[in-house]
Nanobody
Framework: VQLVESGGGLVQPGGSLRLSCAAS????????MSWYRQAPGKGRELVAA????????NYADSVKGRFTISRDNAKNTVYLQMNSLKPEDTAVYYC???????????WGQGTQVTVSS
């Protein structure tokens, strides 16, 4: 099983990034997907989540209206489009796969996002 995040980097405030998380080794369309982040010295927090079919999403209040989660089940990939980035969005971003009915959860290794001028 692998979840491989990509797309992180350094961006100026107000800029945009698109994170990708490529999944392999499990039946992707059976799993809800989510993005978490962890800033230095803080706990890991949920950023956005999407159901297995992609028909329902939810977001942390801090990113509503700026971030969009989506998935392509044909490509086994989940995305996080991040717009209007702020310095407080700086964190390591992780994707997670959940199949709650079987209590199965997988994590990616994370990708660094730094928002700074």
């Amino acid at each position: 099983v692998q979840l491989v995040e990509s797309g992180g980097g350094l961006v100026q405030p107000g800029g945009s990034l698109r994170l990708s998380c490529a999944a392999s080794g499990f039946t992707f369309n059976y799993y809800a997907m989510s993005w978490y982040r962890q800033a230095p010295g803080k706990g890991r927090e949920l950023v956005a989540a999407i159901t297995s079919a992609g028909d329902t999403t939810n977001y942390a209040d801090s990113v509503k209206g700026r971030f969009t989660i989506s998935r392509d089940n044909a490509k086994n990939t989940v995305y996080l489009q991040m717009n209007s980035l702020k310095p407080e969005d700086t964190a390591v971003y992780y994707c997670r796969a959940d199949r709650s009915s079987f209590s199965i959860r997988y994590w990616g290794q994370g990708t660094q996002v730094t928002v700074s001028s």
